[in-house]
């Protein structure tokens, strides 16, 4: 049974940093692409950020490139997600994902976390 647990969410103010991890298990992930995604309150749910497990290419949304950094940790089989720089606009539930499509589109990931709540205060 395939399992994300995302971690690290919590309340930060503006300008500050915050790092989500989310553990992957039950399969072998290195055919698939993590992803990062999240949804606002009233918003439908975005992309973020991905890493392709074999090789770590990684992709960004415009909205967090230069801020954001996406990694891997293939032995501890974890995906990582380092928020600096914060802005209440990225205030949401952090979802990870995993999927073996493209890294933007939302309907080709098969697997997701329970999601955690990032709130950037101003």
């Known amino acids: 049974q395939v399992q994300l647990v995302e971690s690290g969410g919590g309340l930060v103010q503006a300008g500050g940093s915050l790092s989500l991890s989310c553990a992957a298990s039950?399969?072998?992930?290195?055919?698939?692409?993590m992803g990062w995604f999240r949804q606002a309150p009233g918003k439908e749910r975005e992309f973020v950020a991905a890493?392709?497990?074999?090789?770590?290419?990684?992709y960004y949304a415009d909205s967090v490139k230069g801020r954001f950094t996406i990694s891997r940790d293939t032995a501890k089989n974890t995906v990582y997600l380092q928020m600096n720089s914060l802005k209440p606009e990225d205030t949401a539930v952090y979802y990870c994902a995993a999927g073996q499509g493209s890294s933007h589109a939302i309907r080709t990931y098969d697997y997701w976390g329970q999601g955690t709540q990032v709130t950037v205060s101003s």
């Open positions: 890493i392709r497990w074999s090789g770590g290419r990684t």
């Open positions: 039950g399969r072998t992930f290195s055919t698939y692409v």
